[in-house]
């Protein structure tokens, strides 16, 4: 994965935490049902633990690239 790859995959996690969380705020900032909260709340949730684990494949994947890239340097490969 390249490092503009990752900044596009880590970018796009940031922004759907950012939106579900100002979505949240204003599902219970308004005067909405029950029903309507707990879908919106469920979706919020399923949606930033996708974007949570994205965070951790793409710093996972970038950390796993730059160790192998040292480890070339040190060894002279």
Do not use: C, K, P, Q
Request: hydrophobic share 60%; charged share 15%.
């Amino acid at each position: 994965m390249t490092s503009r790859e990752a900044w596009l995959l880590r970018a796009f996690a940031l922004w759907t935490i950012w939106v579900w969380g100002t979505r949240i705020w204003n599902v219970f900032s308004a005067d909405n049902s029950v029903g309507f909260i707990v879908v919106h709340v469920a979706l919020a949730l399923v949606s930033v633990a996708f974007a949570v684990a994205a965070l951790v494949v793409v710093n996972r994947v970038r950390r796993r690239h730059s160790d192998r890239h040292v480890e070339e340097l040190a060894t002279g490969s």
